[in-house]
């Protein structure tokens, strides 16, 4: 009985110190199979969102113009090109009939609806440009507008305003809702002409947004991009009256503009010379400002423009980089067998740029990752350099799985064992 007694021990001995090793076995295996899904993830930075420049370096076109406020930008992305005091009140003197003509165009339903010319509408018009009608006329709503655009009539720009409102005043109220409607916040109007009054303001910034808008409209695409036109048989003007553009007639061979396509001066003597104009050129829709150009000297609000066109003629709209686009190739270094993985270019990225521009495209992705027993997540960074400045920067995620082959990771957790006694 005894004997029995010391075999039934030993092999409950035995079972119990087989189970304590199967469960270490099993223990070890969870350990060394288990993957923590609670993985930091590290965050290398090359540069900081303060680091990107999306300046232009225009201070010498600044410096080249005659204009002292200025604003140029390409709808095409809403960059802004030049940014002279933009955001200062300036007075915009017949650049207003940009307003006077799109509220005009906007308002009437019918544009070749007669408006018969009264006395007061040529009331008290002796400072002021005219086109030239006569009481007793009936030109068309849409003949007023060319004579609103080409010789700058004010004639023309009040008789619309008697015709749809039946005032001035009236008028003056349409346009002023029109502009707060659109975004032109620093504006007010007080005529619909342009003549100096010192609560009739503007600035380029708001002129921009303004002349942004109006060639989203393809009659006003046309008139204010015409250079003569002739209205119908009038009872002064049997062979009609003869409308010429101030604007697209004031320049010859000596001032090139490329890619100019229309737009509106404007003079008075606080106001300057002022110009609103717009062009296309190398992909680039432009739409540009300039506002108090000296007055001693004909024309220097249009060598402006040449100026500014010329310019950006050696500019292009660029892609820099483009979505898909191979970015970098790392390795992964496993226990046994590395393999490599290719990594893409988030995202498209549209610039104008000179078109000498140096571009570089750079990230700090590094050349290879070794796995661990646990998944690896790191947030890496990819730049635009034009001529070794920051232009862009876009945050690049890279993943590395844990170790995957069973044998590799138990020399893993081996290692991981080892470091942790030689530390």
Known sequence: MAKRRKRRIRYDRILIILCVIVALCIGFLHFVTKEDKAVETVTERMYETSDIDLSYETDDLKDDINSTYAFVIDLNGEQILLDKQSEEQIYPASMTKILTAIVAIESCDDLQAEVLITEEMLAGLWEASVAGFAVGEKPTVEELLYAVALPSGADAANALAYYIDGSVSQYIERMNHFASSIGMSHSHFMNTTGLHDADHYTTCRDMGTLLEYCIQNPVFVNIFSTKKYTTHALAYHPDGLELNSTFMNSFNDDFTAPGLIGGKTGYTNPAGLCLGYWAENHDMKMVAITAKADIDGHYKHILDMSTILN?????????????????????????????????????????????????????????????????????????????????????????????????????????????????
């Open 311 to 423: 310019y950006f003629d050696g500019w292009e709209r660029k892609q820099l980089i483009t979505e898909g686009d191979l970015l970098k190739t790392y390795t992964v270094n496993t226990v046994y067998d590395p393999y490599e993985v290719s990594v893409t270019v988030p995202d498209s990225f549209v610039r104008d740029i000179p078109s000498d521009a140096n571009i570089q495209v750079i990230s700090n992705i590094p050349d290879s990752f070794s796995t661990t027993l646990n998944r690896q997540e790191y947030i890496y960074q990819m730049a635009v350099l034009q001529d070794d400045k920051v232009v862009y920067l876009q945050d690049v995620p890279i993943t590395i799985p844990s170790e995957q082959k069973f044998f590799g990771r138990v020399r893993l957790w081996f290692h991981s064992l080892f470091s942790k006694e030689d530390k």
